[in-house]
Nanobody, 124 residues
């Protein structure tokens, strides 16, 4: 059974930092690409960042470039999202997801497995 468990969310002031973690089980971690998405109240789920299954190439949503960093630790079956200089607009539930196909990393529908989400709230 595949499980993705996010942690690390919380309440932080604008300009602060958080590091999200996503621990995976039931999958061959190194063979999947990994993404982070977020969903704010009343909005659609949107792409935040992704990292390829091989080579480590990364992708970012424009508004988080230079502030967020995605990384993976294959030995720990964990993917991370380091979020710095947080803004109130970053407030959302953050989800990690895994994809096995070679399709693009930006679309929700291309991912096979999802975590339950972790709340990030940034106060102004």
């Amino acid at each position: 059974q595949v499980q993705l468990v996010e942690s690390g969310g919380g309440l932080v002031q604008a300009g602060g930092s958080l590091r999200l973690s996503c621990a995976a089980s039931g999958v061959t971690f190194s063979r999947y690409g990994w993404g982070w998405f977020r969903q704010a109240p009343g909005k659609e789920r949107e792409f935040v960042a992704a990292i390829r299954w091989s080579g480590g190439r990364t992708y970012y949503y424009d508004s988080v470039k230079g502030r967020f960093t995605i990384s993976r630790d294959n030995a720990k079956n964990t993917v991370y999202l380091q979020m710095n200089n947080l803004e109130p607009e970053d407030t959302a539930v953050y989800y990690c997801a895994a994809k096995s196909s070679i399709s693009n990393y930006y679309s929700v529908e291309n991912y096979d497995y999802w975590g339950q989400g972790t709340q990030v709230t940034v106060s102004s």
